[in-house]
């Protein structure tokens, strides 16, 4: 009697939990891997420097909201600079430390996800960017290349938020002075940036997608108060919503190392969400 009692119950968590699991398995092979289908924070774009590198210590905290027609996301980013040989070369280390997002069932069927919230806490990627001051040179230009890993560390691959994948891109970037006055308190820089860009893939034949990322834009500062903006993006070759492009402005005033932003991103082609964000940064 117990024996048949044992058996059965075997039976049934075998008929119910694997059949589940294998859905879900199955389910992640259809993501499309591409910024288009997959979350805010999927997949970073190359931030612009200026082709200046600072000499100072940098620890950010940033709180982030992500909005599209169908996803609601907000997030925490927190982000370390650490300058080499006195600004000569400098490391970056970020990443989302926890993402909330909730979004619809068509976009949740769109993206073939499974859920539409997280029922655990969703974590994202760590991004190592290392940066190298090539070129100072006041007549010409400032120029600075950089070699930049997204690890396979972000959590909810099964909600398209994170893609579970390495990411990797090069960059070489040129800034130049328009304007500048005596004091340097005050001036108005022109900046640009061109690169390779290529994430892996769940696909079992293209096993990668390469792309030519690029970025164009201008910055001033005023005393304390600086505003940036620049338009950047991915190229990518499938054209399966792989071609994001973004409007980014950040306002910024500084005093005592102590710096507040706000900024807006705002999405066009595969990038469709407009972001807003507030960060406080420490300097050293």
């Known amino acids: 009697m117990w024996m048949r009692i044992v058996l059965l119950f075997i039976l049934s968590l075998y008929i119910s939990f694997p059949a589940g699991a294998e859905s879900w398995r199955d389910k992640t092979a259809l993501l499309v891997y591409s910024p288009r289908y997959f979350g805010a924070n999927a997949f970073p774009l190359p931030v612009l420097t200026g082709g200046d590198l600072s000499d100072r210590w940098e620890l950010e905290l940033r709180g982030e909201y992500h909005t599209m027609p169908g996803d609601q996301t907000k997030d925490i980013f927190a982000r370390v600079y650490v300058p080499i040989a006195q600004g000569r070369a400098g490391v970056v280390v970020s990443g989302v430390i926890q993402e909330w997002y909730k979004t619809s069932e068509a976009v949740r069927d769109e993206r073939n996800a499974v859920e539409t919230s997280s029922p655990i806490r969703c974590f994202g990627d760590v991004i190592v960017n290392c940066y190298y001051q090539v070129l100072r040179n006041k007549r010409w230009a400032d120029v600075v290349v950089s070699v930049n890993l997204k690890t396979a560390s972000g959590g909810r691959l099964c909600d398209a ?45 293209h096993r990668q997608n390469d792309a030519f990322c690029y970025g164009i834009g201008l910055s001033g500062c005023f005393k304390g108060l600086s505003l940036s903006w620049d338009c950047s993006g991915i190229r990518g070759y499938k054209g399966n919503g792989d071609r994001p492009i973004v409007l980014r402005s950040t306002l910024s005033y500084e005093i005592k190392k102590n710096i507040l932003s706000f900024g807006y991103k705002h999405g066009i082609q595969d990038y469709l969400y407009d972001s807003f964000s507030l960060a406080y940064t420490r300097c050293f």
């Open 161 to 205: 938020r994170f893609t579970d994948a390495a990411a990797y891109w090069f960059t070489a970037e040129a800034g130049r002075m328009l304007w500048e006055d005596t004091s340097r308190s005050a001036w108005v820089r022109l900046q640009g940036l061109a690169g390779f860009y290529c994430w892996m893939t769940n696909d079992l034949i």
